[in-house]
């Protein structure tokens, strides 16, 4: 979800402002996606490296988090969405971790859209706390392959990214789903996120149906 920060400065707005336009968002995103047949959406709202971030910012973003939830997640649980968290809780208040567990718990029934929220998340991150996690289970090294591995990430039971859309026009994965996103589509836009709206979103699955996706094998195979 990039480009809160541009979005403000070209209103003189506080990048801040530029962060809350940007959660004003995410409801509007989940239902279009919802209501094109997406049955998975992932959003990136807060990476590991953004600890780097003044502290300030941290701060605000943070503080947003929780009001997001607080605000959203009993209108995303009557619509039937699943909320999962992909991350880690460390470094996170008592309070902000509970409410993450409890949004979390409250939809965990759910079968609408199932919401990935990415914060305090980092995809190398994820990739060594799998493989501590299986060292730790003193795991067979003949028995970790591909399935294990994925089932042991943040993201077990949730399907690969088909598309990966990055908004305000970079270029960058930015340590997002790494291991996950091996074949994924990426579609970049010059859109920032505040302003990622229902046409947006129209073009980029347009852009998305277009591609052909032979997973390294050949046409004739598929
Ligand atoms: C939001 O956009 C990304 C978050 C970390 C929440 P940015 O804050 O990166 O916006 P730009 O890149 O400065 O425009
Ligand atoms: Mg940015």
Redesign the pocket.
Known sequence: ?????????ERGLS?LQ??RA?TENIRRVISNFANHGVRYLTL????IE?WR?PRA?VRG?LRLLGEVIDREVHNLHREGVKLNHLGTLDGLSTRLQKRILAAVDLTKTNTGITLNLAFNYGGRQEILMAMNKLLAQATPPESVDETLFSQTLYTADVPDPDLIIRT?G?HRMSNFLLWQSAYSEYYSTPT??PDFNEAAIEDALQAYSQRQRRFGGLQEQQ
């Open positions: 979800m990039d480009g809160n920060g541009r979005w403000a400065r990048r530029g962060h940007g990136y709202a807060f990476s953004n971030r910012e973003l305000a970079e920032c996120w």
